[in-house]
């Protein structure tokens, strides 16, 4: 019988748990945490603590570093070095306000192992995409599947292309399971293809659906920083209707004073819909590292809002955001003058790829992109606007370059 694999994912299940920040060093420094994802050996002598930055239920198994890094107890260390003692590296962590020993898992195994042909979905970085050095890589692979005769002997490993992801063994699993160790979920890479959302059952009710969306969803906005309680919702929702007739924004505190806002809703289900719906399959956010005193009456929920009109109108622009990058314009109407062209129009550009939020948020019902919204000052959207996606692409490359990604700024130099 051939070896059956998994993918070892936290368990969002409880809005009790723990939440975990990235890595310090002893001076109190975030750690790029890059080296711990390469899938192959490193070194790290210093000391590392993990500060915990939404208190809860402390758990044997908690990915840092936007869900891509176990810190792990001794209970699951046992596990991997009785098992895989040649797949993975174990470096000490101190947990903060925890006196138990806890490690940090670098997997150091790469497997050149996906089954494009079995996954739901895989998509591949293009050119028109704006980033040339990843032309040819994988962009996202929607219910991943595996090749298990391409493993050969490893027990834990990261597939090649896609090392977002941590697989282990059937053995491994049931080990880890018999131990009782907290936080760890499994989803199956080999076997047939999960099902489809004609072929899922039904839930009891919409109000149901809407619960276990709502969780899961809101479990993936903890993990990203420190979120308001209260979501902001309009007193009289304006503009097009969302999919589950409901409009929402949350508040997310983020590290170096970042204030993230994302959409909430944008993935519900539409009411009376027969089976598990991920909505219009998106989910909006918008980052900024300026200070902002009300949020409710800033500029870039005004953003937000308005481009989340525009996606949930237009099916062209939604399709668009859905699978790479786009640029668009939205009314200046109350938006900083350093925003503003002249025509009264503020760019926008969709889909920038960050290197400190996911790119997708799993859903009980799927996979929902989450699509970064970054502002343009008018010279850049003129520019953009002259070279159309060859200006497109430069700029991209520059933002990146320039360290800011999809960061919005009001007041800030142009690229260009």
């Known amino acids: 019988m051939a070896q059956r694999y998994f993918e070892l994912i936290d368990d969002m299940s409880s809005p009790e748990r723990w939440l975990l920040r990235d890595p310090l060093d002893e001076q109190g420094k975030e750690v790029r945490t890059r080296q711990f994802m390469s899938g192959e050996p490193t070194r790290y002598d210093s000391r590392l603590r993990v500060p915990v930055y939404h208190p809860g239920t402390s758990l044997d198994f908690t990915r840092v570093d936007t869900g891509a890094i176990p810190v792990v107890t001794e209970k699951v260390v046992r596990v991997l070095t009785e098992l895989a003692p040649g797949d993975v590296q174990l470096f000490p962590v101190e947990v903060e306000s925890r006196p138990e020993p806890y490690f940090l898992v670098n ?34 692979v929607y219910g991943m599947r595996i090749d298990p005769s391409k493993v050969a002997d490893a027990r834990v490993f990261r597939p090649w292309g896609w090392r ?8 491994v699993k049931e080990a880890l399971e018999r131990t009782g160790a907290t936080g760890l ?56 209707e969302w999919p589950g007739q409901r409009q929402a924004w ?17 993935s519900d289900p539409p009411p009376g819909h027969e089976v598990p719906s991920v909505g219009i399959g998106l989910e909006l956010a918008i980052e900024t590292d300026e200070p902002v005193k009300d949020v409710q009456g800033s500029w870039a929920l005004l953003v937000l809002h308005r481009v989340a009109n525009e996606v949930v109108e237009h099916e062209r622009v939604r399709k668009a955001a859905l699978t790479g990058l786009l640029s668009m314009e939205v009314s200046g109407k109350g938006m900083p003058r350093s925003l503003v062209t002249k025509e009264g129009r503020v760019g926008v550009l969709l889909g920038l790829e960050s290197n400190t939020l996911p790119q997708h948020l799993d859903l009980p019902a799927g996979r929902v992109r989450l699509v970064t919204v970054k502002t343009l000052l008018p010279t850049e959207l003129a520019y953009l606007v002259q070279h159309g996606k060859q200006g497109r692409d430069e700029l991209v490359r520059r933002f990146v370059e320039g360290g800011e990604e999809h960061l919005s700024r009001a007041k800030r130099r142009a690229v260009v």
């Open 164 to 171: 977002v992801a941590l697989i282990v063994a059937n053995d």
């Open 250 to 266: 949350r508040v997310i505190h983020r590290t170096e004073r970042r204030l993230l806002l994302v959409t909430d809703g944008l």
């Open 107 to 140: 997997v150091t195994r790469l497997i050149k192992c996906i089954d494009d042909a079995a996954c739901e979905e895989v998509l591949y970085w293009q050119p028109e995409d704006g980033r040339p050095d990843k032309v040819g890589q994988y962009r996202d």
């Open 185 to 240: 979920d499994f989803r199956e890479v080999t076997g047939p293809r999960r099902q489809t959302a004609d072929q899922q059952p039904q839930v009891a009710s919409h109000e149901d659906w809407l619960r276990q969306v709502d969780t899961a969803r809101e479990a993936v906005w903890r993990s990203l920083g420190q979120l308001e309680e209260d979501a902001i919702v309009p007193i009289v929702p304006g503009g097009p």
